[in-house]
């Protein structure tokens, strides 16, 4: 969808935001699939902060393509629609990684009863 609607921008912009927003929306994905390829899971949650990172660039890039006139109110409501449902999702990710990463670290402590005597 990113290369559909970056595919009308003018000329001018080829170097620009063009290229900008889809780098950040290329690298969501990529950062996420790095991440998982790490050997822990607090690389993988610095990976899927990156990720964040990119999200948040890509909404803020398209907001500013917006207010340029370069993209029509309805592209951008379904594109900041898509950018919501992405958030959502890779915030649960993070979540998920985050708890099982608390499980590895800190494992659940056991109480160490001493034995009844006499």
Known sequence: MIYRVTDAFPPSEQFGLTTQIRRAAVSIASNIAEGQGRMTSGEWLQFLGHSRGSLFEVETQ???????????????????????????????????????????????????RKPKTG
């Not at 393509?65 to 379904?78: T, V």
């Not at 990684?97 to 670290?105: C, D």
């Open 62 to 112: 398209l907001a500013l393509s917006a207010r340029l006139g370069l993209l029509a109110p309805d592209e951008l409501d379904c594109l900041q629609t898509s950018v919501v449902q992405i958030g959502r999702s890779l915030t649960g990710l993070i979540n998920w990684v985050s708890t099982r990463a608390e499980r590895t670290v800190h494992p659940p402590k056991t109480k160490n």
